[in-house]
């Protein structure tokens, strides 16, 4: 698998150290393949759900405790654990903890969806996208490596910094959404990407679908600048310390998904597939938003965010 994930983790954490990089890097392998694995058991839902629990469990038992035997998936993040533990200190090591459960659900609820007749609406697609995603799990690897000693301000629920933390991080997954259509579409799985939704749940063509996507991207990144402004002069050192840095991600994301493998071919035993993903010009001004118009888009399930700008 050519995913050149060190590339990504190098340009979003360029203060961290070596050993960060690598048990960040390691971790995102490991959460990839299994999705690729859980891909190929989505007809067995309740078997999914019961893995999700055991992993869910060698990250909070104590590291004493016995795993299930053959399970390589919960060996392998146990050996993870004694490597985050090292590199994230406490506070950021139970916020991963706590990251990681919510993405496990959210591949229970992703599959879930991908099993039922009726297709998710734009709503749920947002809610779900953003526990299934896994994004939040990359938020700790960036408080350790910026200094932070507690995430308590956006792990306890803070509306702005949770929201920027979001916005952030949900910026990474519609670019994953964009970038990941092409091998979707091949693998049956397009269902459950912001574009197939868009266009089934609100009538809209191929074209239509890009705009819309696109439009909600840069509304985002808008709202991130807003917000990373407003928490540089907080009076938290933590929260100062994650708004500098967290924003590294979107163009670390921009530049990885344009390169990997990963969104230009798919293997199917011997044979390979190839993808064109969409060409992106990187620039310094929008094309399809104004990013002084801070007016939330027309979706509950995030537009709360733009509640908490400071007028």
């Given at each position: 698998m050519r995913m050149d994930a060190a590339v990504g983790m190098t340009s979003a954490l360029p203060t961290a150290s070596e050993d960060l990089v690598v048990a960040a890097t390691r971790y995102f392998y490991w959460g990839a393949l299994l999705d690729d694995y859980w891909d190929t058991l989505a007809d067995d839902l309740p078997r999914i759900a019961a893995h999700a629990g055991e992993l869910d469990r060698a990250l909070f038992a104590a590291p004493t405790a016995p795993l299930p035997r053959g399970d390589l998936w919960a060996a392998a993040l146990r050996d993870l654990r004694a490597q985050f533990v090292a590199v994230l200190g406490t506070p950021c090591f139970a916020a991963l903890q706590h990251e990681n459960a919510v993405w496990l659900n959210g591949q229970l609820w992703y599959s879930a969806v991908r099993r039922r007749e009726t297709r998710p609406g734009v709503g749920e697609y947002l809610r779900m996208r953003w526990v299934n995603s896994g994004v939040g799990t990359l938020i700790p690897f960036t408080a350790a490596a910026a200094g932070c000693r507690g995430l308590d301000?956006?792990?306890?629920?803070d509306p702005a910094v949770r929201a920027f933390a979001e916005a952030v991080m949900f910026s990474c997954a519609l670019l994953n959404d964009l970038f990941s259509i092409a091998k979707e579409l091949a693998t049956?799985?397009?269902?459950?990407?912001?574009?197939s939704v868009l266009a089934h749940a609100e009538g809209l063509d191929t074209a239509e679908c890009l705009v819309t996507g696109w439009q909600l991207y840069e509304r985002l990144v808008a709202l991130v600048v807003r917000l990373r402004e407003q928490l540089l002069t907080d009076p938290r050192p933590d929260v100062v310390l994650l708004a500098g840095d967290l924003p590294n991600w979107i163009p670390a994301a921009?530049?990885?998904?344009s390169t990997t493998a990963r969104y230009h071919q798919v293997d199917r035993g011997d044979r390979a597939t190839g993808f064109t993903p969409p060409e992106l010009v990187v620039s310094d001004a929008p094309s399809l938003w104004d990013p002084e118009n801070l007016t939330p888009p027309p979706y509950p399930e995030i537009a709360w965010w733009w509640a908490t700008i400071e007028r």
């Open positions: 301000a956006w792990q306890l629920g049956g799985t397009a269902a459950t990407n912001l574009y921009v530049g990885w998904a």
